[in-house]
């Protein structure tokens, strides 16, 4: 049996009668707008602007004939192209019928399958007291300060600030920095720093090279060797604040430590449930691609694949680092994408389904709710971001988003859902 496809072949002929027709009211136009040498304007004789402008007149009645048959063709046949046709095997003699094939790809023909009954495991998501614990800990760290040490050499755990000027193996543009603190011990401090710099004390001068891996994370050092002179202009101890309400009320708005880790606690929480929604969503849209298997446009997986690669580039300029000179085969990682293309298409086409079967729309109240959650994270108003939005076409995009969402809402409260150990769920997914 041939792979079931998306591709439609349509064979199509158009009457010599009205080609012949075409032809003649084309080249018409022609002679009445044509310069021609030796006839004044619109004088020349219709035999000679065929001759003159045969392919331009060729090309004048495909324009206006050929659209049009395949605009009929597609519309007899109750099809909806997802993508432009494209014409080929053009067969376009004088006097005889025009023949060509229009090719595209229609949207896929499915059944729904059983959505309503979907098993699902979700891991346990708890907030626990450790971590509360950790947060209050990193935001320690982000309060702490740093205080001068003398009479002594630098130790594992102190910081070194210092002078450095770091000059690239094989010539380029120097590092420098005129202070900078440095983690003397700490993992993430690369070890020729730990090593030549222990023991050191406030005025020494060390020279030593730096092998940067081939997947150091800062792409203008990666794989590279640099030869860096190091001044010790000081060394500083890191200085934590004690966790008592005094810290509450410097880090936050409230006014005693046990305010602060209630407040702390509601924050993991709500991050917790968008966390939990956003996997929820994931496992009912994996369910429902395994339940229905048919074959997906190239036009809209291509599509797709454009646009999770245009994600990765922003995300990559978002972090500051330029695209262009990333060391990335840019074909392979477009290829990568295939699969999960065609499920997101696949996914976006059966929630689509779903909700038009069971009657799911989004109201003007929840598209204005949106706006208006939107324009609390810019600082624009809720119409200034509606009337950019249908200026740039998406406002549609946005409601289809919100359709798809309540849909797999809708999905989620109809679902039974099972929740599991946290580890055991890690596990199964593996």
């Known amino acids: 049996m041939a792979e079931a496809t998306c591709r439609r072949e349509l064979e199509l002929e158009i009457p010599a009668e009205e080609v012949t027709k075409k032809i003649e009211s084309v080249a018409k136009e022609f002679a009445r707008i044509a310069n021609v040498p030796g006839f004044r304007r619109g004088k020349a004789p219709v035999s000679l602007i065929r001759r003159k402008f045969a392919e331009d007149i060729k090309g004048e009645v495909l324009q206006s004939l050929v659209p049009e048959r395949v605009e009929k063709a597609v519309a007899e046949q109750k099809l909806t192209p997802v993508s432009q046709p494209q014409v080929d095997k053009l067969d376009f003699n004088e006097g005889q019928p025009?023949?060509?094939?229009?090719?595209?790809?229609v949207l896929p023909?499915?059944?729904?399958?059983?959505?309503k009954n979907l098993e699902l495991e979700m891991p346990t998501m708890d907030v626990t007291d450790e971590d509360v614990a950790k947060t209050l800990e990193e935001m320690r760290e982000r309060a702490a300060t740093f205080a001068p040490l003398e009479g002594r050499a630098i130790q594992d755990g102190d910081f070194a600030q210092v002078k450095l000027i770091g000059t690239p193996d094989g010539g380029g543009d120097?590092?420098?920095?005129?202070?900078?603190?440095?983690?003397?011990?700490?993992?993430?401090?690369?070890?020729?720093?730990?090593?030549?710099?222990?023991?050191?004390?406030?005025?020494e001068h060390k020279n030593f090279d730096v092998d940067y891996p081939a997947d150091y994370p800062d792409p203008k050092l990666a794989g590279k060797k640099y030869h860096y002179?190091?001044?010790?202009?000081?060394?500083?101890?890191?200085?934590?604040?004690?966790?008592?309400?005094?810290?509450?009320?410097?880090?936050?708005?409230?006014?005693?430590?046990?305010?602060?880790?209630?407040?702390?606690?509601?924050?993991?929480?709500?991050?917790?449930?968008?966390?939990?929604k956003e996997l929820l969503h994931e496992k009912i849209l994996a369910e429902v691609i395994k339940l229905h298997d048919f074959p997906v446009p190239e036009s809209l997986a291509?599509?797709?694949?454009?646009?999770?690669?245009?994600?990765?580039?922003?995300?990559?300029?978002?972090?500051?680092?330029?695209?262009r000179a990333v060391n990335v085969d840019w074909v392979t990682l477009r290829k990568r994408q295939e699969e999960r293309a065609k499920d997101d298409v696949k996914a976006e086409l059966i929630v689509d389904r779903i909700a038009s079967a069971e009657s799911i729309d989004v109201?003007?109240?929840?598209?204005?709710?949106?706006?208006?959650h939107m324009a609390g994270h810019s600082?624009?108003?809720?119409?200034?971001?509606?009337?950019?939005?249908?200026?740039?076409?998406?406002?549609?995009?946005?409601?289809?988003?919100?359709?798809?969402?309540?849909?797999?809402?809708?999905?989620?409260?109809?679902?039974?859902?099972?929740?599991?150990?946290?580890?055991?769920?890690?596990?199964?997914?593996?």
């Open 363 to 372: 109201t003007e109240e929840e598209v204005t709710h949106e706006l208006e």
């Open 98 to 105: 025009l023949k060509f094939r229009a090719v595209f790809e």
């Open 109 to 115: 023909e499915f059944e729904l399958g059983d959505y």
């Open 174 to 203: 120097p590092l420098q920095a005129e202070s900078v603190l440095c983690h003397i011990g700490a993992e993430e401090t690369m070890e020729p720093f730990n090593t030549n710099l222990k023991g050191a004390s406030a005025g």
């Open 379 to 430: 600082g624009e108003s809720a119409e200034v971001i509606r009337a950019r939005l249908t200026k740039q076409g998406t406002l549609d995009r946005m409601k289809a988003k919100l359709r798809s969402d309540k849909t797999l809402d809708w999905l989620a409260q109809n679902a039974k859902i099972k929740t599991v150990a946290a580890a055991i769920a890690a596990t199964d997914s593996k």
């Open 229 to 276: 002179a190091v001044e010790v202009l000081g060394i500083k101890t890191k200085k934590l604040p004690e966790l008592n309400d005094d810290f509450a009320k410097d880090v936050s708005d409230a006014a005693t430590l046990d305010e602060l880790k209630k407040k702390v606690r509601e924050g993991l929480e709500h991050q917790r449930d968008h966390k939990h």
């Open 302 to 323: 291509e599509h797709q694949m454009d646009a999770r690669l245009e994600r990765v580039v922003r995300s990559l300029a978002a972090q500051g680092v330029d695209p």
